[in-house]
């Protein structure tokens, strides 16, 4: 199991013989690996629930005031404007959207659980449908410099909590 024993035993839980967090790139960084297939429309795990009233680097959102922190398992997914799983944050469970092959990385859209996201990005996903910055579904993005030296403007605060 890739969660620590206090969060229980869940039998949909993700197990270290399926899953595990890996480093991809230097671009992307660290993500989650499947070391099985999956077809469309299975529920490949269980998410444990440890919620905190802000929003935080590997937390998704569980309501507007409430985030689950997952250092373990979805708190790593990667983000693609076309992904291959969908998370359902009321049931807490990852579904596949599309048949995953063994030793695929997992991918969700943030937009689809986030309002706004810890640290918004530049987009490399490569989709058709890619739109270029990654943010939550209710936020603008941030407003890009003209050039390399000149400072990147942020939108006006949303009274969210954001820890660093």
Not at 6 to 22: K, N, T, V
Not at 40 to 59: E, F, L, N, S
Not at 147 to 157: Q, V
Request: aromatic letters at 12%; one cysteine or more.
């Amino acid at each position: 199991m890739l969660y620590p024993p206090e969060l229980g035993d869940d039998p949909l839980f993700p197990r270290a013989e399926d899953f595990s967090i890996i480093f991809k790139d230097e671009m992307t960084g660290m993500g989650v690996i499947t070391y099985r297939s999956f077809k469309k429309g299975t529920i490949m795990a269980r998410i444990a629930k440890q919620a905190v009233p802000d929003i935080r680097q590997h937390t998704l959102q569980l309501s507007k005031t409430s985030h689950n922190f997952d250092p373990y398992f979805s708190g790593y997914f990667l983000h693609s404007c076309a992904p291959n799983v969908s998370v359902d944050m009321q049931k807490l469970t990852v579904t596949a959207l599309q048949d995953i092959e063994a030793d695929s990385y997992l991918y969700m859209d943030y937009a689809e659980t986030e309002d706004y996201l810890f640290k918004q990005f530049p987009c490399s996903c490569g989709a058709k449908n890619c739109r270029g910055w990654i943010t939550g579904r209710l936020e603008l993005p941030y407003q890009k410099p003209a050039s390399p030296e000149a400072d990147i403007i942020l939108p006006e605060p949303l009274g969210m909590s954001v820890v660093i």
